[in-house]
């Protein structure tokens, strides 16, 4: 099904999931978290690319 991917200790930029571009996001808002569509996800394991434009802290992100 669906999902959110969040990236908690991240700043801004834009992220890429099996290679479909979920769009950019900015830790100031107003989202919290990216919708992933369920037909992008993949048994198994899933690629995640982020292109952080400013900082990040710890590198990791969240798919509920």
Avoid: K
Avoid at 33 to 51: A, D, F, M, Q
């Amino acid at each position: 099904g669906d999902a959110r991917l969040e990236l908690p200790d991240w700043t801004r930029g834009f992220v890429w999931v099996n290679g479909f571009c979920l769009g950019r996001y900015w830790s100031v808002g107003p989202q919290d978290s990216l919708y992933v569509p369920g037909p992008v996800l993949r048994e198994g394991g899933n690629e995640v690319w982020v292109l952080e434009t400013e900082r990040a802290g710890e590198p990791r992100v969240r798919l509920r």
